[in-house]
């Protein structure tokens, strides 16, 4: 079993930063892929950025040049650094990774549990 533990969090005022962490642990040989997803108040989830096959990484229209999803392979843990953050960035912020336990089985999809990022002044 994997779990995945979030952090980073908070509130912040209009142009302000947060980066965001989300650290796997448990039966991992390696993050196959991952990224970040949002739901703000009364709307679908949506995906923020991630990283695909071969190592590029997608972002959102709204996010691009103000975001950046990195990862740390190994600590198993996946970040989301965010600038000059605006009010409609408002949401709740869950980490999703794709979790191979060994070299030859298919991933595995994770959730984390969430982290509430609030951006007013």
């Known amino acids: 079993q994997v779990q995945l533990v979030e952090s980073g969090g908070g509130l912040v005022q209009p142009g302000g930063s947060l980066r965001l962490s989300c650290a796997a642990s448990?039966?991992?040989?390696?993050?196959?892929?991952g990224g970040w997803y949002r739901q703000a108040p009364g709307k679908q989830r949506e995906l923020v950025a991630r990283f695909i096959d071969g190592g590029s990484t997608i972002y959102v229209e709204s996010v691009k040049g103000r975001f950046t999803i990195s990862r740390d392979n190994a600590k198993n843990t996946v970040y989301l650094q965010m600038n000059s953050l605006k009010p409609e960035d408002t949401a709740v912020y869950y980490c999703?990774?794709?979790?191979?336990?060994?070299?030859?089985?298919?991933?595995?999809?994770?959730w984390g549990q969430g982290t509430q990022v609030t951006v007013s002044s």
């Open positions: 999703n990774l794709a979790v191979k336990k060994d070299w030859y089985s298919a991933p595995n999809i994770y």
């Open positions: 448990g039966s991992i040989f390696n993050i196959n892929t």
